[in-house]
């Protein structure tokens, strides 16, 4: 079936660090892939995203890229703040899926540390 | 944009009462309705799911059930909650461009 794996945590990092948030997935088409990020107490919010292989998706200094050969979407920041402390969830919508149903990975707690 | 509303943010109920968290969306027609629960520092776990009135789809069985009585309305309910059912709710509305969360809702039943 299709799956998400994510790197455990929590990763602790010091401030301007650089972040790598490991994500492969496992699937039988062609699926969208997602980042997204969850603050303590508050629900998940879309972080980035990108529809097709090679596509590279960014926000908030975060970027992504979709890999098809090696079916990864690993998260990157080239200098981390305190407030990017908060758990990261990758995810994946396939194509032609009609309930636009996401097959989450477990979640990565980040710690940035000043 | 589609925005999502629940409520309320956090709960406090003894072992054996009812439950009914509620979650409506606005700024989308016809949306396919989520609700997932978290337990403290793990993962999404999917409850239930909807692509219309009415229509219920239940992803693991427990003591919990949903309903969907309107178009961009989604209730969590239970009638004797358990110490187990404590966590945090969330309800999502899933379109072809991602999933839309609400602030979620903070059970602890004691």
Known sequence: GNSVTQMEGPVTLSEEAFL?????????????LFWYVQYPGEGLQL????????????NKGFEATYRKETTSFHLEKGSVQVSDSAVYFCALMMAGDSNYQLIWGAGTKLIIKP | S?????????????????????????????????WYRQAAGR??????????????????????????PQDRQFILSSKKLLLSDSGFYLCACSLPRGAFFGQGTRLTVV
């Open chain 1, 20 to 32: 790598t948030i490991n994500c492969t997935y496992t699937a039988t088409g062609y699926p969208s």
């Open chain 1, 47 to 58: 972080l980035l995203k990108a529809t097709k292989a090679d596509d590279k998706g960014s």
């Open chain 2, 2 to 34: 589609q925005t999502i509303h629940q409520w309320p943010a956090t709960l406090v109920q003894p072992v054996g009462s009812p439950l009914s968290l509620e979650c409506t969306v606005e700024g989308t027609s016809n949306p396919n309705l989520y």
């Open chain 2, 43 to 68: 993962g999404l776990q999917l409850l239930f799911y909807s692509v219309g009135i009415g229509q219920i789809s239940s992803e693991v069985p427990q003591n919990l059930s949903a309903s969907r």
